[in-house]
């Protein structure tokens, strides 16, 4: 495959010359261009012996012949490869193998000389009839009665009409389901004001029974609890400010929240309602829009269907004119295969005339591209003068550097190597200075903080004491919160 554009120019002028009645492979003129020296003599000879005694012959006979070795061949394939490296690789090792392939040559000469035609004569093969049972004829089965079936009776209308007991069990539904929403809420109301008086109780008593108890903190919780404390500090100033404004009892808030939270209950309920009828409607319009999709298919087929039989008419017509197009096609192939033995005759001519013109083309290309070569020669030649008179010329090789000096790049930044060093020097007793002024601002962070977690820390146990001065005299508004929860109750 790599070769076959070599292969082909020596393959068509065999075929121009002597091809026509002896074709041959591309494989023989493979081997002996390519892989004679590898085969040797005595394997490539027993290859050609294997093979037609007369084909081989004529082939050797052309390829081997020093003649056309040293003009039209080398000439053709110098046009794929370079003419040097085509002589040295491929034209002159055929030229040494030609002396002991000339007597492989007259082998086959001798052999073709000295050989006596046999004709062998084979039997015909007369057919004999095979010895085959007749078979019975078949009995005609008897037809079998389609069965007819019964009419049904029609679908009664009832069977598509929701019954009257399912309308009232969901009318029921509903108002269980009201009322149990209503009660759930009142439960839930009470149930939360519980809640909170349990849990100021147990905060309260939780406060008395840790007040005491010595806990080490840190930085963060002491943060924390500072923090909660400022908190309920600001609370609780907000509150004596109210009552002193003259705030009210909570009482009539708490009836305003109550009927606003009735009214978003009936919002609700409501709705629900229309959600549910929303529902029932949707359901009723996916039904009618499910017929009518039943409906558009029914249509849908029934034109398919027509479609079909339009479309099976045209292939009928279509391969009628197809059949007719291939008998006449039939026709045409008959009257051409009688004139195939004139268009071979004018073929082999073309080619013929083709290869002169290719051969006489290549000599002139040959004689272009010698006189392009040494063109090509001469200039390089002058050009290795003029590089060995430049490398003979003498050179400076010491060069004195200048530390005050720029590179003299043509560019805004430049500087010298003292510049630099110059610079470099104040960048680092700048970031010297700017180390030392970071030390000293850790260092009073440090101690502000210090002198904040001092202050908590006292707030804490200003708080504590208080709070434990409250813890004794809970028990009294312990009391009375309970009897107002019990009255509550």
């Keep these: 495959i790599e070769y076959k554009s070599l292969l082909d120019v020596v393959v068509n002028a065999?075929?121009?010359?002597?091809?026509?009645?002896?074709?041959?492979?591309?494989l023989i003129c493979y081997l002996a261009t390519f892989q004679l020296e590898e085969l040797g003599l005595q394997h490539f000879s027993r290859i050609v012996k294997s093979l037609d005694t007369a084909k081989m012959q004529k082939f050797l006979r052309f390829f081997f012949n020093a003649l056309y070795l040293n003009t039209w061949i080398k000439d053709e394939w110098s046009q794929f490869y370079d003419s040097l490296y085509v002589k040295e690789n491929w034209i002159d090792p055929l030229l040494r193998w030609q002396p002991k392939v000339q007597q492989l040559i007259g082998q086959l000469t001798d052999k073709l000389n000295n050989r006596t035609t046999t004709v062998k004569t084979s039997t015909v093969t007369q057919p004999k009839e095979f010895n085959l049972t007749v078979p019975k004829p078949r009995a005609i089965p008897i037809p079998l009665l389609i069965p007819v079936l019964e009419k049904r009776p029609p679908v009664p209308p009832s069977t598509y009409k929701p019954p009257k007991e399912k309308k009232q069990l969901e009318e029921i539904k509903t108002k269980n389901r009201r009322k149990a929403e209503v009660s759930v809420l009142c439960s839930c109301c009470t149930l939360s004001f519980l809640l909170?008086?349990?849990?100021?109780?147990y905060i309260h008593s939780l406060s008395s029974q840790t007040d005491n108890i010595p806990i080490k903190l840190n930085a963060a919780a002491i943060l924390r609890e500072g923090a909660l404390y400022q908190r309920k500090m600001e609370q609780e100033l907000k509150r004596i400010e109210n009552l002193l404004q003259g705030a009210g009892d909570p009482s009539e808030f708490l009836e305003w929240q109550k009927q606003m939270r009735g009214k978003d209950l009936e919002e609700q309920l409501s709705e629900i309602e229309c959600r549910r009828l929303q529902g029932k409607l949707s359901h009723e319009e996916a039904v009618l829009a499910h017929q009518n999709v039943i409906q558009e298919n029914k249509m849908k087929a029934d034109l398919m269907r027509e479609k079909k039989a339009e479309l099976m008419h045209l292939y009928a017509e279509k391969r009628l004119q197809e059949q007719k197009e291939m008998r006449e096609l039939v026709e045409q192939v008959v009257e051409g295969h009688k004139n195939a033995k004139q268009a071979k005759i004018k073929l082999q001519k073309y080619k013929q005339q083709i290869v002169q013109e290719v051969c006489?083309?290549?000599r002139e290309l040959l004689r272009q591209a010698l006189e392009e070569e040494e063109e090509k020669l001469?200039?390089?030649?002058?050009?290795?003068?003029?590089?060995?008179?430049?490398?003979?010329?003498?050179?400076?090789?010491h060069k004195f550097v200048d530390l005050t000096e720029t590179g003299g790049h043509g560019l805004i930044c430049e500087m010298s190597i003292v510049e630099l060093r110059e610079r470099l020097a104040l960048l680092r007793e700048a970031q010297k200075a700017a180390e030392e002024e970071k030390r000293d601002q850790i260092i009073h962070e440090k101690q502000a903080k210090e002198q904040l977690l001092l202050d908590k820390l006292d707030q804490i146990s200003l708080f504590r004491a208080e709070l434990g001065r409250a813890a004794a005299l809970n028990?009294?508004?312990?009391k009375t919160s309970r009897?107002?929860?019990t009255a509550l109750l």
């Design 14 to 26: 065999f075929f121009v010359r002597d091809g026509r009645y002896c074709l041959i492979s591309e």
């Design 196 to 201: 909170n008086c349990f849990f100021c109780n």
């Design 360 to 362: 006489e083309e290549s």
């Design 378 to 397: 001469k200039k390089r030649y002058e050009l290795i003068q003029q590089i060995r008179a430049i490398e003979s010329l003498p050179s400076v090789r």
């Design 475 to 478: 028990p009294l508004r312990r």
């Design 483 to 485: 009897e107002q929860n």
